[in-house]
């Protein structure tokens, strides 16, 4: 029983929470300071809210991903390297379909990165700068191509556009508000 506790306190001690919120952009203007963008491919093993299962393939990396349920804009967060060939396989015959394929830009500003991510195929035209905090509460300057603030409005959730991707959402004005951005 002893060893049994000491697994459990290794896993506690393993384990994160994301703090990120989530906005749309209302202008174009990130891509002046935005790095090169690196694509993403990225499906769902498991899609339910109590818990995500996300394998992730961007370059020459790959990633398996666990997650819990999202209370507020923080939930628990476990995130493993694993090899680029056993994502690829994963992505091709296990993963839910469709996949979530994106390109993601990174802004750096002071300690905190800006994640942009600009989705393609069934979710073109969708832009979404997430950027992850140390609490929910921090203070982050705004920068002025930020818009309204997504965090707490699920179909923003990269595991629920498989689901439900942005081009089939109705015209209404959450789906304009990502602007047509040309």
């Known amino acids: 029983t002893c060893a049994v506790w000491r697994d459990l306190i290794e ?12 906005f749309l952009l209302k202008n174009q203007q ?3 300071v935005a790095g090169e963008g690196c694509l993403i491919r ?22 398996l991903t666990i997650k819990g349920k999202t209370q507020g804009i923080a939930r628990l967060e476990l995130e493993y390297s ?3 060939a056993d994502a690829m396989q994963l992505l091709d015959q296990l993963c839910l379909k469709p996949l ?18 600009e989705f393609l ?9 997430e950027i992850e905090l140390t609490s929910a ?20 959730f990269n595991s629920k556009l498989i689901r439900e991707p ?14 047509a951005l040309d």
Do not use: H
């Open 11 to 22: 896993l506690k001690n393993q384990m994160a929470i994301e703090i990120e919120r989530k």
């Open 30 to 32: 990130w891509r002046d």
């Open 42 to 63: 990225q499906g769902y093993l498991s899609d339910q809210p109590e818990r995500t299962v996300r394998v992730r393939l961007g370059g020459e990396q790959a990633w």
């Open 82 to 84: 694993i090899p680029v």
């Open 100 to 117: 979530i394929e994106k390109y993601r830009y990174q802004i750096a500003q002071g300690d905190l990165v800006w994640e942009i991510d």
């Open 121 to 129: 195929g069934d979710n073109s035209g969708l832009l979404v700068a």
């Open 137 to 156: 509460n921090q203070v982050f300057d705004r920068p002025a191509w930020l818009g309204d603030e997504v965090s707490d409005d699920p179909r923003y």
């Open 166 to 179: 942005f081009l089939s959402w109705s015209n209404e004005c959450s789906r304009s508000s990502p602007q």
